[in-house]
């Protein structure tokens, strides 16, 4: 393990094990007591390279962290990691200059970014993105409206996918600085699940950046590879929360008795919770198996090339959706058994039933994956597996 993955694992035990569960009010942003505590341990955006100030850590760690802060608070997990969508794209097709100034920035402020590729009517078809981009001299200028964006409100920057005004099939990635003239966040989203997570809408109007800003590449192929590692971080948020499931059924049936005889000797709880640990070992694998994956392209010499000749990894699409579709049925099967309690808003079954719903849902739902799949990994003979 490396030692962000152990500091992660201490925090977790020290601090997010006793701090009370987040409510409908609550926003994890660079304000909490409980984010402070966790940037000054030097914690936050812990994937972003030593080249730019950051501890570095690998995909294969990510997962673990990932894992390890979901058990306790999977809103709080779903906060700390999203911002390597925007972060890892900027890495890899940002200018020198753009690269070192922002991610450095981040870094030491221990805050955030965030990334805006969706849109109410263009949906999951980002060929239909509405917001456009116009190049003037040396600025661009950005106008359109965007659906959701976590960390939005208190990112540094965000980095925004757009059509350019005179051409429907160029598409960039364009960073935006917090406080730009003619961006604003709109009001936050009430969420189901992921309690403590801020995403908000957008609205940019006449919002101008330095022509700079805007990443090398297509825009469409660059949030393509972006997606890759937040992924399967979100894969790796159902270990944690399986592993939860697992650990509250066990402290369940401790005291609970049946027939006479203590819950833990039931043939049919015991058959449950051996489903569930075979479940979950799967999940593990396939999440540890798109990070190697992952973590072999990033070592590359041109990192950003070998993304995108390999474009969307099939083994993070993989990773997503059978952790989603898993932990949903292991949810769905949980929140059975704990009886009444167990769908009292008191149990904490129902906060993470809530919050597993988002793994089938966000950066691509199933429908959406199934199709992607179908048409790079199904239809051409060699991508077969
Ligand atoms: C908590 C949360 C955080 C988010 N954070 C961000 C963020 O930081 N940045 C960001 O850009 N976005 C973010 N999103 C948006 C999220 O990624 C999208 O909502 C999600 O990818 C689904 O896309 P959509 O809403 O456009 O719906 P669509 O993809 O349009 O889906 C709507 C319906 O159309 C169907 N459908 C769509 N395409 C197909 C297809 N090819 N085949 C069959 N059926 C199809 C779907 O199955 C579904 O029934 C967030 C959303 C949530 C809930």
Redesign the pocket.
Known sequence: MSSVAGEVARFCGDVLAHAPRPDHDTVYDDRHPLWQKFAAAGLANWWVPERFGGAGASTVDGVRIAAEIAYHDPGFAFTSF?PVLASRMLELYGGPGLAQEHLRGLVSSGGFC?????EAVA??ELTNTATTFRRTGDVLVLNGEK????NLAFARFCLVLARADDDPREFAMILVPAGAEGFEAGPRWR?SG?LG?G?HPATFTDCVVPAANELAGSGIRILEVGLNASRIMMAAMAVGMIRRLRDLHMAYAADKRLGGRPLTRNAIFAARLGQLEMELETVKSQCHRAALDYDELHRAPDAGAAFLAGGVLKSAVVAKMHAGQTGWRIASTASESFGGLGYTEQHDVQWLLRSMR?IS?????D??LR?LIYGRYVKRPSRRG
């Open positions: 999203l965030a990334a805006l590729g969706s949906g999951s659906a959701f964006s976590t969420m992921l997570t995403t988002h849902i966000v950066e691509g739902g429908d959406v199709d």
